[in-house]
């Protein structure tokens, strides 16, 4: 079994003891967890997230700009402003994302033009998307608030949490 928990960076002393505790009491359980931090179990695995490649990041922005912009392709004279863009918010998945999603109302050249005000660009996500992640500058502001060890909230209001004090929860990839 496979029990992903995501975004732990803001629970990471929470959910770590948690996933330790459930992989004691459940051998064949797996855990996936995402974090900006490592939960620091024993058996933790860590696997970095990197930019993505040249290539990958054009067919990302690509599969994103035609979600909000049916029919969008890549073609001969786009291929290489796509790359521009790309390259120009350093592979960052989310922010090609960001990025993609301003072709409602604009063309890959007016997005290109704009990428020296990345902030002032990348402003307008999805409005069903966690808060976090709907603008480039909040991605900043959350990685700021980890860095600043701000992000080590409680787990109220999560269910599976006992009450009792105790940390329920502990993360790693599985041992």
């Known amino acids: 079994m496979l029990l992903l928990l995501n975004n732990c960076e803001h629970l ?15 051998p064949l359980l797996r855990v ?33 700009a035609a979600a909000v912009r049916p029919g969008f392709i890549v073609d001969e004279a786009a291929s290489a402003t796509v790359r521009r863009i790309c390259d120009g918010l350093d592979g960052l998945a989310l922010a090609i994302e960001l990025a993609a999603a301003r072709l409602r109302t604009l063309d890959v050249e007016e997005l290109a033009a704009r990428l020296n005000d990345r902030f ?16 480039l500058r909040a991605v900043v502001a959350g990685e700021e608030q980890c860095a600043h060890g701000g992000a080590k909230g409680g787990m109220q209001g999560v269910p599976g949490v006992d009450g009792s004090g105790e940390a329920p929860l502990r993360g790693t990839f599985g041992r």
């Not at 929470?14 to 009491?25: K, N, Q, S, T």
């Not at 900006?36 to 997230?49: A, D, F």
């Open 12 to 26: 990471v002393d929470a959910v770590a003891a948690l996933a330790e505790r459930l992989l004691r009491r459940c």
């Open 32 to 64: 996936l967890a995402t974090s900006r931090e490592p939960l620091g179990i024993t058996g933790e695995s860590l696997w970095p997230v990197r930019p993505l490649a040249p290539d990958p990041a054009a067919r990302l922005f690509a599969d994103r």
């Open 120 to 135: 002032g660009l990348l402003s307008r996500g999805s409005r069903t998307a966690d808060a976090r992640h709907r603008t």
